[in-house]
């Protein structure tokens, strides 16, 4: 079946501008994840959904960034007043639910100028 | 919070050696040990994954081994192929049943010369 979708592939903003960044999981997974990986180094967590809720969003670094997921299925991962660092590549990942089993989308290549 | 770390952060090996990748972990509730591998401008690829309850995985030419109690795993790749060329991160997870975050390493460049 198809795998994890995520647009836009890449997406080039300047510094303050908002941005929308969007997550199709894989069909009936209820579990879904972001993670931002920056250039040589491992993902690193933001928040995660079971369902509509986020079950943890200890990794969002700052209130700039916030994510939702109001149908339990797509997701979207919002980002305020852009700033240079936010610059990586935004990864979402989604699970059967009661695993940890995650499957990872091709990202999104965020570019703040 | 867990920590992984992961080593070497590059290994070359020739076409049909082994390669092996390690990594320790710092949380002793940490139950779940997947490896994923990433090629360059790609989405990481679940290859394996090992759960608390057993100490060895094994699936064709990759296994994975767990030792618990020293709080680290390690990832073998036999008869490498220059197709296994690619960046792998182990990660762990401590499924409390309200979250299940993966922790990653910082990865390793795999480098398969012929």
């Known amino acids: 079946g198809a795998g994890v979708s995520q647009t836009p592939s890449n997406k080039v903003t300047e510094k303050g501008k908002y941005v929308e960044l969007r997550c199709d999981p894989i069909?009936?997974?209820?579990?879904l994840y972001w993670y931002r990986q920056s250039l040589g180094q491992g993902p690193e967590f933001l928040i995660y959904f079971q369902g509509t809720g986020a079950a943890d969003d200890s990794g969002l670094p700052n209130d700039r960034f916030f994510a939702v997921r109001p149908e339990g299925s797509v997701s979207t991962l919002k980002i305020q007043r852009t700033e240079r660092g936010d610059s990586a590549v935004y990864l979402c990942?989604?699970?059967?639910?009661?695993?940890?089993?995650?499957?990872f989308g091709p990202g999104t290549r965020l570019t703040v100028l | 919070g867990e920590n992984v770390e992961q080593h070497p952060s590059t290994l070359s090996v020739q076409e049909g050696d082994s390669a092996v990748i390690k990594c320790t972990y710092s949380d002793s509730a940490s139950n779940y040990f997947p490896w994923y591998k990433q090629e360059l401008g790609k989405r990481p690829q679940l290859i394996i994954d090992i759960r608390s309850n057993v100490g060895e995985k094994k699936d064709q030419r990759i296994a994975v081994t767990l030792n618990k109690t020293a709080k680290h795993f390690s990832l073998h790749i036999t008869e490498t192929q220059p197709e296994d060329s690619a960046v792998y991160f182990c990660?762990?997870?401590?499924?409390?049943?309200?979250?299940?975050?993966?922790?990653f390493g910082t990865g390793t460049r795999l480098q398969v010369t012929l």
């Open positions: 990942a989604s699970g059967p639910g009661g695993t940890d089993t995650q499957y």
């Open positions: 069909s009936g997974h209820t579990a």
């Open positions: 990660a762990a997870s401590d499924n409390t049943g309200t979250a299940s975050k993966l922790t």
